[in-house]
């Protein structure tokens, strides 16, 4: 217990002196815009940040894209297992390779498209990030299908995006990424970002979002991802039209599965919710034993 605590002194001690600021000013002072790199220096926001999350004691963490560092340097001070950075920018690979020795064990660094990455290998207790918005909703995506193998989520995403995640049933941002996120878990926006937070600054808003894995007992259809995703772009292909017509690639009578889930003929993707669209899939796949 004596050598943790000397440990942790010792690194928060480091990170008392160095800061994201110093290590850009010291390893880069420029960003590389075909990894959508907007950094995040002010301390105290990424210290918000990474407090959402709660307690990170022995928790495996992901960090994707840390650049910098500044969320980075926010979750060594916790008292982690791991934090595990995955980068694909060489040079900040050499960076983070070079500054390693002053964290220990608790950092490890993995050069990796983060495309190419998966959950599965670290087996992280939580993933936080400033994602790199050109491949924001593609890693989501992605992560989507092994949601349950973390405890949560924070990530950071353009505003546009992060409402079209958290969007309610008849709304213009409700759409098929709304329903598969919400479907795999709770998502609870925790606060949103100016232009001017970052360097450089981006042309947008971002938001920070929280995401609360279901777990697959408490999910139905947890096994069908494909199905439903495919459902789901089939349904919301023409947003504005009545989904009657696409549902009969799935069911012989559709009229008969919205009257049955409260909905009249005329009804179109964006009407239906979350839940009903789980029913529908349940329904399918025990018909068919998808």
Request: hydrophobic share 40%; with cysteine; net charge positive.
């Amino acid at each position: 217990m004596r050598k943790i605590t000397e440990t942790m002194r010792e690194i928060t001690e480091t990170m008392r002196e160095i800061s994201a600021k110093w290590i850009f000013e010291q390893y880069y002072r420029r960003t590389a815009k075909k990894f959508g790199q907007n950094f995040l220096f002010d301390a105290r926001i990424n210290n918000k940040i990474v407090s959402a999350v709660g307690d990170l004691q022995n928790k495996i963490v992901v960090e994707v894209g840390p650049g910098p560092g500044g969320l980075t340097l926010e979750i060594l001070k916790r008292d982690i297992q791991k934090l595990y950075l995955v980068e694909y920018d060489a040079h900040w690979v050499s960076v983070w390779r070079e500054l390693k020795p002053q964290f220990g064990e608790k950092l490890e660094i993995i050069e990796r498209d983060a495309l190419h990455f998966n959950l599965s290998d670290v087996a992280p207790n939580v993933v936080i990030s400033n994602l790199p918005y050109n491949i924001s909703t593609q890693l989501l995506f992605r992560w989507l299908p092994h949601f349950d193998l973390c405890e949560k989520f924070l990530l950071m995403f353009q505003k546009e995006v992060a409402d079209r995640l958290g969007a309610i049933p008849s709304t213009k941002a409700y759409g098929r990424l709304s329903v598969l996120v919400q479907w795999k878990s709770k998502v609870r926006k925790i606060f949103d970002l100016e232009p001017g937070s970052f360097f450089p600054s981006p042309k947008v808003k971002s938001s920070v979002l929280q995401f609360s894995p279901f777990a697959k007992n408490d999910c139905e259809c947890y096994e069908n991802f494909e199905c439903f995703s495919q459902m789901l772009q089939d349904l919301f292909a023409h947003r504005r039209k009545i989904v009657q017509g696409p549902l009969k690639k799935y069911f012989e009578n559709p009229s008969e599965i919205l009257h049955d889930l409260g909905y009249d003929i005329n009804a179109r993707a964006e009407q239906i919710a979350v839940t009903d669209f789980i029913k529908m899939c349940k329904i399918y796949s025990e018909s068919n034993r998808v």
